[in-house]
């Protein structure tokens, strides 16, 4: 599916760069949304200048930012998104991933079409996969649900279980019995 200003913004998956408001200042305003979202149209993409990312009606745009301030959705804030980046998106389509980043703990779904999409991620619907990222957080922010299990380093423990999560369809409780 090719996406362009007509289309962009029907059942889509995008993650926008944020952008520094010299980027637009020279762009006319291409539409004005009921919410108050303004967006500008380019040839090769859309800056979209919003105070509130995340689900957007049907689509799920996130903002991936530099700044080290966090996307609040108060403020509003530019991103840009080529034609290339979107991606179709739906509720019933096994479409989403899961990454965690290490570092921070912080865990995101990504779409399938992503390029950096690897074969050994398992490809979920989105309920399933908003489920499974509860359960990651668990395992990433509590130790009760190690309690009764044989491990020498919990940290080690975590990441095995976690690509566990990730990669299978195996249930939690499966896969914590292997570790009794």
């Known amino acids: ?7 962009f913004h029907k059942h889509t998956f995008c993650e926008f760069q944020e952008v520094q408001l010299s980027g637009i200042e020279k762009l006319k305003i ?6 108050g979202s303004i967006y500008y149209f380019t040839e090769k993409g859309v800056y979209r200048v919003s105070n509130h990312w995340g689900r957007a009606a049907n689509c799920r745009w ?8 966090k996307i609040n959705n108060s403020t509003a804030r530019i991103g840009y998104a ?10 019933k389509d096994k479409l989403f991933y899961i990454e965690v980043n290490w570092n921070t703990n912080e865990v995101i779904f990504q779409h399938k079409n992503n390029l950096n999409y690897k074969v050994n991620f398992l490809i979920r619907d989105a309920l399933a996969t908003a489920k499974r990222i509860q359960i990651i957080k668990e395992v990433l922010t509590e130790e009760n649900w190690s309690k009764h299990l044989t491990f020498d380093n919990l940290n080690e423990l975590r990441v095995a279980i976690i690509q566990k999560l990730i990669e299978t369809d ?6 914590k019995q292997s570790y009794l």
């Open 62 to 69: 996130r903002l991936l930012s530099n700044s080290t301030s």
């Open 1 to 7: 599916m090719q996406y362009n200003k007509h289309n």
């Open 30 to 35: 291409s539409y004005k949304s009921k919410s």
């Open 82 to 91: 080529n034609w290339s980046d979107f991606y179709p998106n739906n509720d």
């Open 170 to 175: 195996e249930t939690f409780i499966k896969i």
